[in-house]
């Protein structure tokens, strides 16, 4: 793509992630949203966020990704996680902005599986079909 640098190709659409690691980390945070709480079962439509901004020198390494739905990563923007979830807590009022850090940090930390990700795909042919109902 002429005219591209090497971060804007990294970052267009969902092409910068493979498709078995995007389905393996949202296996891993449990098909929810690290900061609400909002399920594929809830109508949430999952992304995923980086916990220290791709724009501030973060990374697409898996540690530093989880799964939020698109209201909270459009919400979010690149502010700290702590400032963040404070205005989730506040919003949700069903936890707090500590629980949150937590949660997503140990999200965060969580083995992920590759292997069961393509082997899910495999069998229902692609992952936007292995997170169908």
Known sequence: MIGMNSKTKRTQGSKWIRRE???????????????????????????????RP???GGSNEASNLVTCCKRCNSARGNRPLRVFARAV???????TADAIVRHADNCRRRQLDVAGAKTIMSRRGSWTAALAN
Request: glycine letters at 8%; a negative charge; charged letters at 25%.
């Open 21 to 51: 690691k995007r389905l393996a980390i949202y296996l891993r945070d449990g098909l929810a949203c690290c900061y609400c709480g909002a399920t594929l079962e809830d109508g949430a439509e999952l992304s995923l966020d980086h916990i």
């Open 54 to 56: 791709y724009s501030k």
């Open 89 to 95: 807590a506040e919003y949700t009022q069903t936890t």
